[in-house]
């Protein structure tokens, strides 16, 4: 892939002079499904798949993009100058919006005082080089639209790399959310901050365990003795999930919203987010949420929560039968109380959990498509793979595509 983006790099950009290389890795979600922009916690790991990437500086003020797959590798050049307002729903999008991200955080911070003025630059000059602009060519080897966070990886692969070539000192959390919010106000999707998180963040062998509300974290080593984690990749995306997600966000935030004034009307502390409540307190204060389906969905926020702490102490006392149950059961809730589910998901879990040797399966990331991610012990992968293919492609005439996961190393810089 490093290979692939270099040839990319020389093909549209030509021979330039200061070529550097990154990669950025995507993520699977272990436990803790729409937690994150409920104040929760999440278990993600990042993956040995991911985008790598050759980049080098420009001084004329322009952006050079191309992908190796997307639009046959054509290569794209924007003014810096004149980057227009929408900047559309294409992979560029990510790749320019985390540039401004960028740009952004460099221009708010106060009196001209950034990480990388205290590493001895100023900040002036950081700006005024990133400015100058940057060439960038990417060939990614994480299947996009599968649920694994390809456009966070992309986010993250470009901050990352103008860190690196402009000299920009940026904490791993403080370019989690410079490509958060490229995602948020330039690409336009109200996502949380996990993919971002543990793209930048990632630990080789490791889950992060990440509390959303404080973004403090802890790495729990992933001891799976026989088992190994298995992606399976639907291959459907329904286009629902674009418009649903924020949807769900926004009920989500009513939700807590309501359950706050009533705790203010019966003299307590209120709670400032629905994962701040433990399964006890939110049900004795739900009925304040007089939607039937958006008290649901308040409830998978909480105990989805919850399943995550649980799923916490579980792994680390190399419980992987109560860690499998936790994943499975979170399935259900996404299925039945979120409604982020689909049949095809349904269908790869529900035939998962039926394979002897599987500990759990449930959908991972925002749901609507995309992958499930399965605990399965290593003698029974095979049939785990055959019976999982088998009644998908006979339920609906799809090959699904299996990937292990193997827990990485977040972004960083390759030398070659
Ligand atoms: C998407 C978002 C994340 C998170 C998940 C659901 O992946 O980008 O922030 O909300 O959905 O857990």
Known sequence: MLEKARQLFMNSFGCAEGVRYFFAPGRVNLLGEHTDYNGGRVMPCALDLGIYGAFAPRTDGT?????????????????????????????????????????D??????????????????????????????????????????????????EVLTVTALCGLFGIEL????IALTSQRAENVYAKVPCGIMDQFASANGIRDHALYL????????????????????????????????????KRRREC???AA??????????????????????????????????????????HAVRDNERCRLGAEALKRGDLKAFG????????????????????????AETAWNVPGVYGSRITGGGFGGCTVSIVKKSSEELFKSKVS?????????????????????ARELFI
């Open 63 to 103: 952006i050079g993009l191309a992908s190796a797959d997307f639009e046959s590798g054509k290569a794209f050049r924007f003014r810096t100058a004149e980057l227009p307002e929408d900047l559309g729903g294409t992979w560029t999008a990510y790749a320019l919006g985390s540039w401004l991200s960028l740009r």
């Open 105 to 154: 955080r460099l221009q708010d911070e106060p009196e001209g005082q950034t990480e990388a003025a205290r590493n001895g630059r100023r900040v002036e000059a950081a700006l005024s080089a990133l400015s100058g602009g940057f060439d960038m060519a990417i060939a990614s080897d994480l299947p996009t639209g599968a649920g694994l966070s390809s456009s966070a990886a992309l």
């Open 171 to 174: 904490s791993k959390k403080d």
């Open 211 to 246: 509390d959303t509300s404080s973004l403090e974290f802890e790495a729990i080593p992933l001891e799976l003795g026989d088992a190994e984690i298995v992606l399976t990749d639907s291959r459907v995306k329904h286009s629902l999930g674009s418009s649903e997600y924020p």
């Open 253 to 255: 935030e009513e939700s």
């Open 258 to 299: 309501l359950i706050k004034r009533e705790m203010e009307r019966l003299g307590e502390k209120p709670a400032e987010t629905l994962c701040s409540l433990s399964s006890t307190e939110f049900d004795r204060l739900s009925c304040c949420i007089k939607d039937p389906g958006a008290r649901r969905r308040a409830r």
């Open 325 to 348: 149950e936790l994943i499975s059961a979170s399935h259900v809730s996404l299925r039945d109380d979120f409604e982020v589910s689909c049949p095809e998901l349904d269908l790869l």
């Open 390 to 410: 088998g009644a998908y492609r006979d339920a609906f005439g799809i090959d699904c595509v299996f990937y292990t996961a193997l827990p990485s190393d977040g």
